[in-house]
């Protein structure tokens, strides 16, 4: 709730229009309008604003002495299209400025105390006029329609004119702004700003306490021998008003106004340029959920992207740490060997002559231990492997994939085909045979 002076309040609405100061408090002008005349504050007159542009004379009225000291402060309580984005709302002014001007400079709004003028209806009505005269009214005397290519209605058959009228209305002023209608599945709804605005046309009913009928009273009655409490009758019965109601299909929560009805001063009519400006307020607010809900989804995918290069990464890590591990375990069994080896070839002859066939085997591994560990070996049995120790980008990643199956690190001796680039796995005992490597002094006893 905000609180202003009666003098300040005075100042503001004769500063800028009614709707853009309504804005600011988070109201609508006709609900800032109320406050005005409750607290005797004269506001300019229709068309003030239009006249005063084009350089036209205008009256500002004076500001009238109180009599009642309670009305000199003003509380407004704002609505919740105060909770509106700043874009949201600048959408609706705007737009709320646009057809307000554009209905003082070319008047096209028949209003309801005149219903003989005439008014084109546009062809995009035929299909709604048909259905809803075809339309068979309920027990409380209101016909609906709701199909393809018609805009739903609920009304009494009294008001059909008149709510065709409105529809005209509407759609003639809304296409000086380039809204169009659009035929789909489920009924005639209004392109605004490239958004699909579902709407309908409906009559309040009126509500007077039901008077139970003797038949009613006597169903009571045995209902109550049966325990029941509850009467078997609606409280209240219904029938047509009279009154009209735009009422707009979307958003419910966002906090826009989506009802639009006749008040005891205000028709519809009257407020059809507000009425497009609220259908481009919630063809903003559908634009700006979209665009949050593209952002969200785009941050999404990044961190997934950026999840999955992780895990790839650190799963690269791993299997380069466990190659790394079995070249490591080579090396340390190399020194292993070496020092075996010059343990075996230092003692005397008499002594070498009895490790002979030792020395050769470590040496046979040694040699095997080096082939294993060479650069040529390593690159291939790391390919072998899919060991990859090339850091890549966002893109190569991309157009590399993963492996969906991940082979076991193993150092293998290899038997290399240069003139066909082939290489071929070894074990031990076959790379030894290859090689015709003996093992001197395997025949000595």
């Not at 016909?143 to 009494?156: H, L, M, Q, T």
């Not at 259908?279 to 700006?288: D, K, Q, R, T």
């Not at 002559?353 to 470590?362: F, I, L, N, Q, Y």
């Not at 294993?372 to 190569?396: C, M, N």
Request: aromatic residues 6%; proline residues 6%; contains cysteine.
């Amino acid at each position: 709730m905000k609180t202003v002076s009666r003098e300040e309040l005075y100042e503001q609405v004769w500063s800028k229009p009614m709707t853009k100061v309504a804005a600011d408090y988070g109201v609508t002008g006709t609900a800032l309008k109320k406050t005005c005349d409750r607290h005797r504050i004269p506001t300019p007159e229709r068309g003030y604003w239009a006249k005063l542009e084009h350089g036209k004379r205008v009256n500002k009225e004076a500001l009238p002495s109180l009599t009642e000291p309670n009305l000199a402060t003003v509380r407004i309580s704002g609505s919740s299209e105060q909770h509106l984005s700043p874009s949201v709302r600048e959408a609706k002014e705007r737009a709320r400025d646009r057809l307000h001007k554009h209905a003082a400079a070319k008047p096209l709004l028949v209003p309801a105390s005149q219903p003989t003028l005439s008014i084109d209806e546009p062809p995009c009505l035929t299909a709604t006029r048909r259905a809803i005269s075809k339309a068979r009214p309920d027990d409380r005397g209101f016909a609906s329609v709701r199909s393809k290519d018609v805009v739903p209605i609920k009304i009494a058959p009294a008001s059909i004119e008149r709510g065709i009228r409105i529809l005209s209305q509407l759609f003639t002023l809304a296409e000086t702004q380039g809204h169009l209608p659009k035929a789909t599945e489920d009924g005639l709804v209004l392109i605004v700003e490239n958004e699909s605005i579902a709407f309908g046309l409906e009559e309040q009913p009126e509500k007077t306490l039901h008077q139970p009928t003797t038949a009613e009273l006597k169903r009571r009655d045995e209902r109550a021998r049966w325990g029941y409490s509850t009467d078997p009758w609606s409280k209240y019965d219904q029938f047509p008003s009279g009154r009209l109601a735009i009422v707009i299909h979307a958003n419910p929560y966002a906090g826009l106004r989506r009802t639009y009805s006749d008040g005891k001063t205000q028709t519809l009519e009257r407020m059809l340029p507000d009425i497009l400006a609220g259908f481009v307020g919630h063809a903003a607010y559908i634009s700006e959920r979209r665009r949050e809900s593209d952002e969200r989804e785009r941050r999404h995918r990044e961190a997934e992207a950026r999840r999955q290069r992780e895990e790839a990464f650190n799963s690269r890590e791993k299997r380069r740490m466990e190659f790394v591990d079995a070249v490591h375990e080579q090396l340390t069994q190399r020194d292993k060997l070496t020092a075996v080896l010059h343990h075996l070839e230092n003692g005397t002859s008499e002594d070498a002559a009895r490790v002979s066939t030792m020395a050769t085997w470590v040496r046979q591994r040694l040699k095997q231990i080096d082939a294993l560990i060479s650069p040529h070996f390593l690159d291939i049995s790391a390919r072998s492997s899919k060991v990859d120790f090339a850091e890549l980008g966002p893109e190569q990643e991309a157009e590399r994939g993963s492996y969906y199956y991940s082979p076991p690190i193993t150092l293998q001796l290899w038997s290399i085909d240069e003139a066909k680039g082939l290489a071929t796995s070894y074990s031990p005992l076959e790379w030894t045979d290859a090689l015709a490597l003996p093992l001197e002094g395997a025949d000595e006893g």
